[in-house]
């Protein structure tokens, strides 16, 4: 009695599984093109992030690059007022004094660098 009824519904059944199938296939093929489309999306809007951010990127960078370039230029200045003074403070200990000159400079740029 089973066996006459499932062969009745089999036809049916096997008709609705290709259906099943053929949907299946056209929701993979909608699904690979919306991931293509959002992939490109994607990259376009990276593509336009990129573009709108290098300009402030490059700002930035060029006032770290100024502020840098007045750092080693006042190291540089206050060396030499140091040797200055230290040349004009006399001769018996010009070493000595070059010496300390030197050091407060390189401590003085130190701490310019480090701001």
């Known amino acids: 009695m089973f066996h006459r009824r499932s062969s009745e519904f089999e036809p049916r059944i096997s008709a609705i599984t290709d259906h099943l199938?053929?949907?299946?296939?056209?929701?993979?093929?909608?699904?690979?093109?919306?991931?293509?489309?959002?992939s490109a999306g994607a990259s376009d809007a990276m593509d336009q992030i990129a573009k709108a951010i290098q300009p402030v990127l490059q700002e930035i960078e060029d006032r770290f690059s100024a502020g840098r370039r007045r750092a080693v230029?006042?190291?540089?200045?206050?060396?030499?007022?140091?040797?200055?003074l230290g040349s004009e403070a006399g001769s018996q200990h010009s070493f000595a004094i070059i010496g300390v000159?030197?050091?407060?400079?390189?401590?003085?740029?130190?701490?310019?660098c480090r701001r």
């Open 21 to 38: 199938g053929a949907i299946r296939k056209e929701l993979g093929a909608i699904g690979d093109s919306a991931g293509q489309s959002a």
């Open 73 to 84: 230029d006042q190291v540089a200045n206050l060396g030499n007022q140091a040797l200055r």
């Open 101 to 112: 000159a030197l050091s407060v400079g390189f401590l003085i740029g130190i701490a310019i």
